[in-house]
């Protein structure tokens, strides 16, 4: 089934509703679960009701709202844990052969995860507010998880079987912010801004054969200004599969009902013939081949569009469109 | 007025109370706000009724229930945002230096943050459950304060009214899994396990001169064991202030309401004198006093006792008190 929580201004979390298979029609299920995180936190009790109401949707053709992919927030508009990888190491070396750092050994035994902003999530389209246009603005374009609650310490096979959802997300990057940042030896904070997430989570069931090994087998489609960036398949060359992220998170902690897990930037081992899910990548890549970068980072006005594509091009969780928007403090 | 969360299997946030001056009565406010997420997102409409009813279980020393810091849970059990500081540059200067890292620059101009996990956040008397004794555990001990929604790009001025709560911290660290975490460069996340909380949180307006310039004019006082580590003061030698910290942190992102933010180990320039909040500075003073480190990191059984207490000694925020266990996955 595939999940979404529209936005209301009686609600932080939005009202959750189950979406259709085609992200045409959409049934409000306040009765099962007011939000996704009740749902998350209750899982066992609401999982089977949502599938009824998800099933009986797509039986009925005629049934449910028109779902508008305008009006929908985040699936989950505020988390508790949103956690990032850095799963695919063909982009975690391009991005630190961008910024002049190196590649820590460690990268290819274990995975790198960064602690990310979670209370204030974006909608697929919300605007991306900048204060400056000189910050390095970029897309990076990412497969993410959403758990049940995972106690501290599970095996690469428990963690399996706690991934509920499966999402898309715009990790809004500021490169030019984050180069000094990373220098401070705590991660990133100010170069990280409001992440954006795609209209609708699916569970594991509904994706079938595209979810084999806790990765997702669909091409992320990655555009700014009607422009195609790239479309690498999220399954190939990732180095560290979902369970492999979440177990190695567990190691010193549990994991709450609705965190949030990212892959990182998804990054294919061969961008000259599929491309590049952000900027800086691309820019790298002209580097190296022209001696300087070309392509600019985002300004004020650009459209970014992310979307993830099964075999027949149908799109998966609906699209992340969002517009840069200028912010003026109050 | 203090507020806590008392413990409850049927919430996962615990029951706000309202808790006397001296820490020894409480009273439910469910009628006014049944969590103090919930508080902290109708502060306008809450705090008066809160106030009141706080007025009242002081002035009549027969009210309430008889409050025990044992079954209260974190203020907030669980957060959509917990970023600490490191405001202390002692601190910051003496634990690099254990570390064999370089002091960077920029952290005398503007404030260090790093997003923590706020999912899973322990109370006063959790236990500290790790599932190795050799991975360096350490206490940090840190003042907090915790925000209603916080706009981007606030100045000082205005970030310092939107402090609605001060608190007292256990930021629990892995000496020894940081070093390599933090040389893969996105800083912290297994070297930070769940972070503990004392028993209430009070507003500033409670702590009368105590809360000045943003800051908390109190004594930090740590033990393990039993033995005292130190009790500097948590308003000398802080080089940024709450207000400055909040809106370093808003430069790129709004915070929302129920933002923890953290000072960063307390720290004096005299630890000779007044000693330290953490263990990892006195293992470095010991180095550098006597060529090698000597008091050990806590392992199975240890108890840390970190305690704020005003000029009469009274504590202001009840003790934390965690003993440390050995956790066995399921």
Not at 40 to 65: I, V
Not at 199 to 204: E, K, L
């Amino acid at each position: 089934m595939k999940l979404a929580s529209i936005k209301t201004p009686t609600s932080r979390d939005g009202v959750l509703v189950v979406v259709s298979q085609d992200l045409s029609r959409y049934a409000v299920v306040s009765d099962i679960a007011p939000t996704l995180q009740y749902a998350l936190e209750h899982w066992s009790r609401c999982e089977p009701l949502l599938q009824a109401t998800s099933a009986a949707l797509n039986a009925d053709t005629n049934s449910g709202e028109a779902f508008s992919a305008q009006h929908a927030a985040a699936p989950l508009p505020r988390a508790y844990q949103w956690c990032d990888g850095s799963a695919y190491l063909s982009h975690a070396e391009l991005v630190r052969k961008a910024r002049g750092a190196e590649m820590p050994a460690m990268l290819y035994h274990e995975p790198l995860l960064y602690q990310g902003g979670s209370d204030d999530l974006s909608g697929p389209h919300d605007p991306i507010y900048i204060a400056a246009d000189d910050w390095g603005l970029d897309l990076e374009a990412e497969i993410a998880v959403i758990t049940d609650d995972v106690p501290m310490g599970v095996s690469v096979e428990q963690a399996h079987a706690h991934i509920k959802l499966v999402t898309l997300v715009n990790d809004v990057s500021l490169r030019l912010i984050m180069k000094p940042e990373l220098t401070k030896g705590f991660g990133f904070y100010q170069s990280k801004p409001s992440t954006a997430f795609a209209p609708v989570a699916v569970t594991p069931d509904e994706l079938a054969d595209l979810w084999r090994n806790s990765a997702l087998d669909a091409s992320v489609v990655s555009h700014v200004n009607g422009q195609k960036l790239g479309a690498p398949n999220a399954a190939t060359d990732l180095n560290f599969n979902f369970a492999q992220i979440i177990a190695h998170a567990t190691k010193t902690r549990n994991l709450k009902a609705g965190t949030i897990i990212g892959s990182g930037t998804v990054s294919n081992r061969n961008p000259e013939q599929v491309g590049s899910s952000c900027l800086q990548e691309i820019r790298m890549l002209e580097t190296i081949a022209t001696g300087e970068a070309i392509t600019p980072f985002m300004t004020y006005g650009d459209v970014v569009r992310i979307e993830a594509l099964d075999a027949n091009g149908d799109s998966i969780f609906g699209a992340i469109e969002q517009t840069v928007e200028a912010y003026a403090p109050a």
